[in-house]
């Protein structure tokens, strides 16, 4: 029986996405492949923080007795755990709506192609995150119209490469495309502006609610 490494599982909104505003049961695994520099749940990456071994029938009757038809699986980095389709499976079969958060690092290629496919939420880490060299640029052939790709921005720099790739690649032809503030590096004004000089339709600014709602350290929010 597969067990998950479950360091948090609350209800709350979705902070960003296409799904921003809307309530998603969340289930954060244990675990990170990459190091970012400006890491929001660094708490939740090593190998070693607490958590509580959970099956994929134990989380799926959790997520039921919430009464939230959004879920989303979080991390760290879910994809780590091999067996995440088992959980996926289930939930989609309870007819649940089930999105993954992943750093882009990871081929999206087997759960693409699988019968339960999940909702990705992609990011693509830019030069400040100092994790850009692991990027699966691979995985973008495999988004569609009901995926995302997220872009964190600290700088100039950063914002140009994002245009590079989106450019590169017409992700604003195939998916979502948002970019969000560093919280506390960048003004968002900074980022509206650069989408007007470059006149990028389709994308979007994101700002992270959960952080304007709530206190942007805060956990289980």
């Not at 959004?70 to 309870?94: F, H, K, Y």
């Not at 790739?165 to 495309?177: A, G, K, M, Q, S």
Request: charged fraction near 25%; aromatic fraction near 10%.
């Amino acid at each position: 029986m597969n067990m998950f490494p479950v360091v948090e599982k609350f209800v709350s909104i979705n902070g960003e996405g296409a799904h921003a505003g809307e309530l998603a049961a969340f289930i954060r695994f244990r675990g990170c492949n990459l190091s970012c520099s400006y890491c929001d749940t660094r708490w939740a990456n090593s190998e070693n923080a607490p958590a509580d071994y959970k099956t994929a029938e134990e989380l799926s009757a959790w997520v039921a007795e919430t009464g939230v038809r959004n879920v989303t699986i979080t991390g760290g980095e879910p994809l780590l755990n091999r067996d995440c389709s088992e959980i996926i499976a289930l939930l989609m079969e309870q007819g649940c709506r089930v999105e993954i958060e992943t750093n882009g690092s990871i081929s999206l290629e087997k759960l693409a192609a699988s019968e339960y496919r999940p909702v990705f939420t992609m990011d693509y880490k830019l030069p400040s995150s100092g994790m850009e060299q692991f990027m699966c640029r691979d995985n973008f052939r495999l988004l569609d119209c009901h995926d995302t790709v997220k872009f964190v921005s600290g700088s100039t720099e950063d914002l140009e490469k994002a245009a590079e790739i989106i450019n590169t690649y017409r992700l604003d032809e195939r998916c979502h495309v948002y970019i969000s503030p560093v919280f506390g590096e960048i003004e968002p004004s900074e980022i509206v502006d650069f989408m007007e000089e470059r006149r990028m339709n389709n994308v979007r600014l994101q700002l992270q609610l959960h952080k304007f709602i709530w206190e942007p350290t805060r956990r289980g929010v």
